[in-house]
């Protein structure tokens, strides 16, 4: 464990965070101090102060308790959206990659395709299309993720797959599902847990930005990008702690993924380092 | 290498044919009929059938399709249903402004990230160097978005600098013109600054390792020419890539600033028309930036091929 | 809130409906000024005007949005025009008769007008602009002028309307876009009628001439160096030139104003006031609006607000006083039906619901029988209206009444009111007509345009129609106080929160002209401090 540690540390530094943020996301019930829907006029508009550490709202609403509400949207965003992309991408890329043929080929042009897109502008273009809502925001990032797990998949499995074990066990008989699951996905875990902590990152600042652009979850429910949105306007009054809150909420957790996957990186990837 | 230029746009023409595809369907998907707001409130359901058979909506959708691509092939995407003005027109008209603000954030990008990559490759663990490396994760995971409204907290209410958005024309008011220009640079420029200066730090560091570059040292030269001469030469291969997918963060990147500091160009037309429900417009967009990065790309990999004799023209992008 | 006003008033038409100005005919008025600006004014000078939205059509014909009148105003002359108070004056009218049997207007026309292109405007420009605003297929100005069966020639400054039957509105009407005259030469010269509508270059006849249009960068509108108007014999307008920038943030056009970068706005946030006040650069300078805030709740069949207790709960369970304070930060006034405090039929002591009452409204819902739950819709991308829709969310729980809050492209909004078919209620407002009628009728008349929650009442119909066919002013005062009395209490229509106030921010380094309560500016009185 020691060992661990002395030998990772930014991988235990982030996976700190990480855990941090996923705690506060699970106990937001708890941890916030007010409830952060609940409106009272008032009190709105106060600086921060030891009852409001980051101080209230227009509506008169507890901003750092919103800041706290709002991680359970970004995380779960999060971590559905990459669901999405992961699933979906992974069996792309291990069907082309070991079928190869007609398959492959449809697939990676498939692949290209969406590729072509600016990941955010497509993300904004399918969300607009199929309506401002949470659920739509989490596809359309999904979605946007796809190409990275296929192309990622399919290239270790066109590495491994001519391997002396897998030719081995393909020989003895070794069912192709059986050989996918049990030969060659093992392999190729690594570079797909850091692709996937990444996008995570990339899936939480996606959603505050979809949510701020209007997007995303609807009102009164907290999410960082909404609330930036909303607050802005209070910048020329210099209200500035309505925006700051959501606006740290959201760097540190973009922050925490891309800290840890950059760590993880370098640990378990090192062909990958180079490059980092 | 004309071979190569030749093969890679062939491949193109089938990805291209998919955008168009993906493109089309995303406009067809949402719900809600254009026609009803392109009809205005006193619609008529005859003058609205009438429509629907005049722009061809009545056809199945595979036929609408190719009527569409075909009319796009020929270079007209149809007028706006917010403001009549044809689609081409429109987005032609904000080009412009946002090559101005893509080029001053590249400009920026660049040029900071090769300083500061420099710098920190040569000093390596150096506390400017960690400094560095801090800065570019916390570059990347800053939105911008926030970041914007920072800095015109800052240097537009706070100490008046730079006003806090808005646009004057490049001809006629340049000196108002870089006013505006500023700020909105800054917040576009600091993700791909993150990434850029990331980028140069590390293949520096890479070619460093090389076995010329070990040469050059044991010969005695000094530190400053082994980086010029040498090693910058072959570190700015990887890093052409990277600004060439630049583009794409910046035409990403430029719908948020934009929106953020009015400025008048193809990102703010994009969140005006996804607001006013202007598919026309939109689709455009969303297909143009396909192919302007699409484009990029192709020529990022030919540079790649031409600076790197190493690379085999076969290698598919990565 | 004038923001979310504004943007909630694209489908309105004109800026004044005077029923009884149409026959109190006043008499030629010499000059274009109502207001003594006059005096040793400069000319000459550049302003920027920070305008909320960029123009949407520069052709009056198909205008739905009040931005685009900011820009008309300048740029094309009208028929006839409203002073301060809203009192009809002469423009490019000298003087109108109208006939004993009401169905014909006789208009007596200026004879020194020229269009910017150089043509001359005369008897037959009239003719040519009424008949294009009638008969041209999606004409919005055709609903405006539906009495006038004929316009006529009688010489070149005498233009007659035949009306198919009275209709004491029409010269209200001619104050705003259906009254406007462009240049047949300069429309003819563009074969698309929809590039005419971005490119009226030089059109008009107004004080300003329209030289340039950038979509959503800048408009630029120069000196008519030839207009007809003066100002206590000084030749108008002062200024040169007029840049207009489209900055859709109120937020951003205020930094503007107090940063110098432009020198005009006509609308900021309430919560900006008292900083604009306080700042030693600017002027603002306030003024009570016929605007109106109104929730619109779907009162046709089927739908939950069909049954008027639903609705007068939610109208006796706001705080209309808190509303203002705290949503509106103290801009305007708080209200409960159609009729302002500055029009004639005004009643200050009508207060229905001036104070909250969630134990009423709750008795009320009791009485339905089934708990309260309903969508609001609102704007997206407004944050200032989803402030708003919050604070009534609130408010309503305390009656327990669920109030969901919807967002929706304000174009789909409009689309699903003008269908009837929006689930619940909206969140919509008027900008307002000097007179009551205009802010009433289409309202709440059966079946009307604006009419969007399907309401009808035989008594309230009975009680317009006396308030249209009169010219009396206390008769009218009577017939739209017992009307407002049903619609707003009895069988309310719609859920009225406020008026609103017309602004007017300068810098100090021009001279403003006053601020009109149809929230317009009036460039042409308009000079650069000396």
Not at chain 3, 41 to 70: C, H, I, Q
Not at chain 3, 92 to 99: E, I, P
Not at chain 3, 332 to 354: C, L, N, Q, R, W
Request: some cysteine; overall charge neutral; hydrophobic content about 45%.
């Amino acid at each position: 464990m020691i060992w661990f540690i002395r030998r990772n540390p930014r991988i235990v530094i982030g996976g700190a965070l990480v855990t941090l943020l996923l705690l506060v996301a699970l106990a937001a019930p708890f941890v916030a101090p007010y409830d952060p829907v609940e409106v009272d006029v008032s009190r709105s508009l106060l600086p921060p102060s030891p009852e409001h550490w980051l101080g209230t709202d227009d509506l008169g609403r507890d901003v750092l308790s919103r800041v706290i509400w709002g991680s359970r949207v970004s995380l779960s965003v999060g971590v559905i959206s990459v669901s999405i992309g992961f699933i979906i991408g992974v069996s792309v890329g291990l069907l082309a990659g070991y079928l190869g043929g007609l398959v492959d080929l449809i697939a990676m042009r498939a692949i290209d395709a969406l590729l072509a897109f600016p990941a955010l502008i497509l993300a904004i273009a399918i969300t607009a299309a199929l309506g401002p809502q949470l659920q739509n925001a989490m596809i359309a990032i999904g979605v946007v993720a796809i190409p990275l797990y296929a192309r990622l998949t399919r290239g270790q499995v066109l590495s491994v797959r001519e391997r002396d074990f897998l030719t081995a066990a393909r020989t003895v008989g070794v069912p192709p599902t059986r050989l996918v699951l049990r030969h060659i996905f093992p392999n190729i875990t690594n570079p797909l847990v850091v692709q996937a902590t990444l996008s995570t990152a990339f899936a939480i600042l996606a959603e505050a930005t979809l949510s701020f652009l209007g997007l995303g979850a609807q009102p009164p429910t907290p999410t960082w990008g909404a609330d930036i949105f909303y607050s802005q306007r209070w910048l020329t009054n210099l209200k500035w702690w309505m925006s700051v809150g959501p606006g740290l909420g959201i760097f540190l957790a973009v922050f925490a993924f891309n800290f840890l996957g950059d760590a993880l990186r370098d640990a378990l990837d090192p062909r990958l380092r180079r490059s980092a | 290498m004309g071979g190569y230029i030749l093969r890679r746009l062939l491949l193109m023409v089938p990805v291209a044919f998919l955008v168009t595809i993906i493109v089309f369907a995303l406009i067809h998907l949402s719900p809600g009929d254009p026609l009803v707001i392109y009809a205005g409130e006193e619609r008529d359901e005859a003058v609205i059938a009438v429509l629907r058979h005049e722009y061809g909506l009545d056809q199945p959708l595979p036929v609408q399709y190719v009527v569409w691509l075909e009319h796009a092939l020929r270079g007209d995407l149809g007028r706006s249903l917010r403001t009549h003005q044809p689609v081409v027109e429109a987005v032609v008209e904000r080009v412009p402004a946002t090559f101005e603000l893509g080029l001053a954030a590249l400009f920026i990008s660049v040029s900071i990230g090769l300083v500061v990559g420099t710098l920190s490759a040569v000093k390596r663990n150096s506390p400017l160097d960690l400094l560095a490396t801090g800065f570019t994760i916390a570059g990347v995971s800053l939105p911008n978005f926030f970041l914007g409204l920072v800095l015109i907290l800052v240097f537009s209410l706070a100490i008046r600098l730079f006003p806090p958005g808005g646009y004057a024309p490049l001809f006629g008011e340049p000196v108002d013109n870089l006013r505006h220009l500023v700020l909105p640079a800054v917040t576009l420029a600091t993700a791909s600054l993150a990434v850029n200066t990331r980028q140069i730090r590390s293949s520096l560091l890479d070619t460093f390792g090389q076995d010329y570059v070990r040469t050059a040292r044991a010969k005695g030269l000094s530190e400053a020419i082994i980086v010029a001469r040498h090693a910058m030469k072959n570190a700015l291969i990887p890093v052409v890539t990277i600004i060439g997918l630049q583009v794409g963060a910046i035409i990403e990147g430029a719908i948020v600033t934009e929106q953020i500091y009015s400025w008048p160009g193809i990102g703010k037309l994009a969140v005006d028309s996804i607001a006013g429900r202007d598919y026309p417009v939109v689709q455009t967009i969303v297909l143009l930036s396909a192919l302007s990065y699409m484009f990029t790309t192709l020529v990022v990999d030919v540079l790649y091929a031409w600076l790197d004799p190493r690379i085999s023209y076969g290698r598919a992008r990565s | 809130m004038v923001a979310e006003t504004r943007r909630l008033t694209r489908r309105e038409f004109l800026v004044a409906t005077g029923a009884l100005a149409a026959v109190a005919c006043s008499p030629a008025a010499p000059g274009a000024s109502p207001s003594g600006t006059a005096g040793k004014a400069k000319y000459g000078g550049t302003v920027t005007m920070a305008l909320e939205n960029d123009v949407v059509d520069f052709d009056p014909l198909k205008s739905r949005a009040f931005v685009d009148r900011n820009i008309y105003y300048q740029i094309y002359d009208s028929l006839v025009r409203v002073d301060e108070d809203g009192k009809i004056i002469p423009w490019l009218a000298t003087k109108w008769d109208v006939a004993s049997d009401q169905k014909s207007v006789t208009f007596t026309l200026r004879d020194d007008v020229t269009f910017h292109d150089g043509t001359k405007f005369d008897a037959d420009s009239v003719k040519w602009n009424i008949e294009r605003y009638i008969k041209t297929q999606g004409s919005q100005r055709a609903g405006e002028l539906a009495s006038v069966a004929s316009v006529d020639v009688v010489n070149p400054t005498t233009v007659k309307f035949t009306l198919k039957s009275p209709f004491s509105p029409l010269l209200a009407n001619l104050v705003d876009r259906a009254g406007m005259m462009i240049s047949r030469k300069a429309f003819e010269a563009i074969p698309s009628a929809d590039d005419f509508d971005r490119k009226a270059f030089k059109a008009g006849s107004g004080p300003f001439m329209l030289t340039e249009a950038v979509k959503d960068d800048h408009i630029t509108l120069e000196k008519n160096p030839n207009w007809w108007g003066t100002d206590g014999g000084n030749k108008l307008p002062y200024l040169d030139k007029i840049t207009i920038r489209p900055i859709t943030s109120s937020d951003v056009r205020f930094t503007n104003l107090r940063t110098g970068d432009a020198h005009v706005a006509n609308n900021i946030a309430g919560k900006d006031v008292p900083t604009a006040k306080s700042d030693s650069s600017l002027n603002y300078q306030e003024k009570p609006a016929y605007s109106f805030r109104s929730l619109i709740p779907n009162r046709a069949k089927g739908f939950v607000f069909e049954d008027a207790r639903n609705v007068k709960a939610v109208s006796m369970a706001i705080d209309r006083q808190e509303l203002l304070e705290k949503g509106y930060f103290n801009l305007g006034v708080v209200g409960y039906g159609t009729i302002a405090p500055k029009h004639f039929a005004y009643d200050p002591s009508f207060k229905p619901y001036e104070k909250a009452d969630a134990a009423g409204a709750k008795a009320l819902i009791q009485q339905v029988g089934k708990p309260l739950t309903f969508d609001l819709l609102i704007a997206s991308g407004d944050p200032v209206g989803l402030q708003l829709a919050q604070l009534i969310q609130a408010q309503l729980k305390k009656a327990d009444i669920t109030m969901n809050i919807q967002q929706l492209e304000f174009a789909k909004i409009l689309d699903l009111q003008s269908a009837h078919t929006f689930k619940d209620m909206a969140f919509t407002g008027w900008s307002g007509r000097v007179d009551p009628d205009g802010n009433t009728y289409d309202h709440v008349y059966t079946k009307r345009p604006f009419n969007d929650s399907s309401y009808s009442n035989a008594d309230v119909d009975k009680f317009l129609d006396q308030e249209r066919a009169t010219s009396d002013e206390s008769a009218r005062k009577t017939a739209f106080r017992s009307a407002e009395k049903i619609y707003v209490v009895d069988d309310p229509a719609r859920v009225w929160l406020g008026f609103g106030a017309a602004q007017l921010l300068t810098s100090k380094k021009v001279k403003a002209p006053p601020v009109y309560p149809d929230q317009i500016v009036r460039y042409h009185l308009m000079s650069m401090a000396s």
